[in-house]
């Protein structure tokens, strides 16, 4: 029996399969009995707790959608009631999972040759290898369009120069997915542990995602055979095509962020006396933060479902995923605040998980495209012009309006 009882105002669960109920309770009770009882420790340590992968293969975490290769294909919704049960337990196990199954299990999967599917999906799978993604580098995050690392064909070899910034897992990795610009557009790279010219270092002082691995990566001539290229991944599509799979996941895991944080904040006004031996639950002003919160994860929980449904059935848009990254992690990002107020001088201790919660929202809302990169995503759907980059030509900037003067 999970010590968790889960968040299920409207009946959601009677709109789930006994297979995504099976996947999501098991996951439950591994985060009960595993994450829970450590995560504080390895959120103080900056430490992403290793140990616990091969239970985590054991529980086919990695790569569960994929039906090949003796993994369970599970529906898209299965998968993302896998990574809300992560993310409540912390934002940085979730993140570890996406990154091995979304952005690496799948280009390698989606996009490889036979010859590196066998190679690395089984490892990946059983957790015996682990794997990272380069996408963004210290100049380009928003905007990877723009990327400076390239990839120069050599006879038989491809030769890599350039640098990558913010990359989960990096130094754990024995594989990762590297997008370089080559003379045929961007194209994606698997650069193995231990070539040399690849370095990966660990970027410290993060106040967020704490028990998550951050790294940065460096190529200086680094030289792979040219059989280590994705043959069929081209252009910046192919990258964001992986984003869509990590972002879809998020948009569940931010739910599971939230309801943790309601969970705490319900159970503690339950409990919490204040002002004449009543628990403050009884107060209309605590009710109406803990309903605010019930109200956003109801709605949040059937936008990924409805997100989940048409990813099964192959018609999720790509702004579909931006609908339900952007509004539910600013739900857990609301949640996590309103739980902290209602936990008083407890809301910012690590007695409660509410604090950590919120520090590591701060990352989830800024990765897998800014809060506001998804709002520009959805307004270009809704009105088909692009405003990522405003048409603004250098000869009119004199003519521009000036800005009025606001300093005193
Ligand atoms: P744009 O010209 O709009 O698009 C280029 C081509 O791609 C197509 N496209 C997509 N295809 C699939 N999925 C998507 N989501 C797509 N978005 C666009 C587009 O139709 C076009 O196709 P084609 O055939 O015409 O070539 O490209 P742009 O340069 O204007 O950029 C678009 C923009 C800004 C939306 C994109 O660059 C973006 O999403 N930026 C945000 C970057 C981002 O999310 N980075 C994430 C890095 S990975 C990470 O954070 C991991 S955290 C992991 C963890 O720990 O959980
Ligand atoms: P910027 O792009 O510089 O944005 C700064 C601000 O400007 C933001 O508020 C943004 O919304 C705003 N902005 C930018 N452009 C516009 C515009 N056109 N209009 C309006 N506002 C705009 N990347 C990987 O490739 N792999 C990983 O595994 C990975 N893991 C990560 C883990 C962590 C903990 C973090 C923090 C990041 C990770 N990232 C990873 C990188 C992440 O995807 C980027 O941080 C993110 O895309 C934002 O890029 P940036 O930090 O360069 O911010």
């Not at 200086?220 to 799979?245: E, T």
Request: aromatic share 8%.
């Amino acid at each position: 029996m999970s010590r968790f009882p889960g968040v299920d105002f409207l009946e959601f669960d009677s709109l789930l399969t006994e297979e995504e109920r099976l996947a999501r309770d098991t996951v439950r009770r591994f985060v009960d009995d595993r994450i829970c009882p450590i995560i504080e420790e390895c959120f103080e340590e900056e430490r992403f707790p290793i140990e616990l992968v091969p239970e985590m293969a054991e529980l086919d975490l990695f790569g569960a959608t994929i039906g090949e290769y003796g993994l369970p294909g599970l529906s898209n919704v299965a998968y993302g009631l896998i990574m809300q049960e992560l993310e409540r337990g912390d934002s940085g196990l979730r993140s570890f999972v996406s990154v091995q199954s979304a952005l690496v299990m799948y280009p390698i999967y989606t996009f490889g040759s036979a010859e590196q599917r066998d190679r690395w999906i089984p490892k990946l799978a059983s957790g015996e290898a682990i794997g990272c993604f380069g996408l963004t580098e210290p100049d380009f995050g928003s905007n990877p369009g723009a990327m400076r690392t390239t990839a120069r064909r050599d006879g038989d070899s491809w030769v890599l120069n350039g640098a990558k910034q913010w990359i989960t897992s990096g130094t754990l990795a024995d594989v990762a997915v590297v997008w370089a610009r080559t003379d045929d557009g961007i194209r994606g790279f698997l650069v193995e542990k231990g070539t040399p010219g690849f370095t990966s270092r660990d970027q410290h002082g993060k106040l967020s995602l704490r028990a998550s691995v951050t790294s940065e990566l460096g190529f200086q001539d680094c030289r792979i055979p040219a059989a280590n290229m994705l043959p069929k991944a081209s252009g910046l599509k192919s990258p964001l095509m992986c984003l869509n799979q990590a972002r879809y996941g998020i948009s569940w895991g931010g739910l599971g962020a939230a309801m943790d944080c309601y969970h705490t904040a319900l159970t503690y006004a339950g409990q919490r006396i204040q002002f004449g031996g009543e628990p403050i639950a009884c107060h209309q002003l605590v009710q109406d933060k803990l309903v605010w919160m019930v109200s956003e994860i109801t709605k949040g929980q059937l936008l990924a479902l409805q997100i989940g449904r048409l990813k099964d059935e192959g018609r999720a848009k790509h702004f579909h995923i931006s609908l339900g990254k952007r509004n539910n992690v600013w739900v857990a990002r609301e949640c996590a605040k309103l739980a902290r107020e209602l936990l008083g001088g407890n809301g910012i201790v690590n007695d409660y998980p509410v604090i950590r919660h919120m520090m590591n929202i701060e990352s989830v809302y800024t990765y897998e495209g800014t809060h506001d990169m998804h709002n520009l995503i959805i307004g270009e759907a809704i009105t088909g012009i692009s405003s990522f980059n405003p048409p603004i030509k250098s000869e009119a900037k004199t003519d521009r309006p000036q800005p009025v003067e606001t300093a005193s």
